[in-house]
Every structure is written in structure tokens, then in C-alpha cells.
């Protein structure tokens, strides 16, 4: 994991001994002790998944998930999913005027009143206020 702080150190360091300001920096300057990104973990990773997909697959559908993120205590979960609602241009079968009045207006309009994180809140208010789009669903 970058540690943010230690980040910003290297780079004014590296700025100050008269390093470029924009660029391309090989992840070892920037954070020297960043090990290589273990091959065990990424395996487990994809395994997990497969697992879940597998599992899912059959009743997993965009329009439940945009339902359950915007349900979901996850602030970073709720605002990307508004943030696409707002301004996505994938398909998103099921998804029209009139399920989003019904099904998902409610949730906007709950996290712009309820929300304890500003951003959510702040993107829910800016959501209840616009027309989502709503692209064409598959024929």
C-alpha cells in the first residue's frame, strides 16, 4: 500500500533536488520500499472472483447492483453509482424512467437527506435535481 505522506515527501524531495515536476516516475523512486505485487496474492484474487461469479452469475444483474450499492453503508459505493447515474452512457438493462422513479428516486432522495458523508449527500442533492440518462436497453 502507498503511504500517501511518504509520497508527497519523495516528491518535493525529488522536485527540490531539481527533478522534474510532471513526469513519469518508476514506482521504486516514488516509494522505495513498494515490493513487487505478489503472484500468490493476484491468483487469490482472481480465484475469489471466480468464486463469487460463479455463485452470482445466474441472478446478478446492473440494475440489482445499482440498487444495493445506493442501500449499501458504503459511502465510496454510493457516490460512484450516482456519479454514474448522473453522467454513465452504458446500457443498463432494466433501467428506464420509470424503474428509477420507483425504485431508485427513493434511495437518491434518502441519502441527500439522511447521508452522514458530505460528498454523498452533496452528489444524491446534485442527482434529485437532474434527469439521469437512461441509454437504450438491449432489443
Not at 459511502?75 to 420507483?102: H, I, K, V
Request: proline residues 6%.
Amino acid at each position: 500500500m502507498i503511504d500517501h505522506d511518504k509520497l508527497m515527501e519523495q516528491s518535493l524531495a525529488r522536485v527540490r533536488a531539481g527533478g522534474p515536476l510532471f513526469g513519469t516516475w518508476p514506482l521504486k523512486d516514488i516509494v522505495p520500499d513498494a515490493g513487487p505485487t505478489s503472484v500468490d496474492a493476484i491468483a487469490a484474487a482472481s480465484a475469489k472472483a471466480r468464486s463469487w461469479w460463479t455463485a452470482n452469475a445466474a441472478h446478478w444483474n446492473r440494475f440489482g447492483a445499482i440498487r444495493e450499492a445506493l442501500s449499501s453503508d458504503d459511502p465510496e459505493r454510493q457516490f460512484w453509482t450516482m456519479q454514474w447515474l448522473r453522467n454513465g452512457d452504458t446500457r443498463c438493462d432494466g433501467l428506464d424512467a420509470a424503474s428509477y422513479a420507483r425504485d431508485l428516486r427513493p434511495l437518491v432522495q434518502k441519502l441527500a437527506s439522511k447521508s452522514t458523508n458530505e460528498k454523498v449527500r452533496s452528489e444524491a442533492e446534485l442527482l434529485s435535481q437532474s434527469t439521469p440518462k437512461f441509454p437504450a436497453a438491449k432489443e
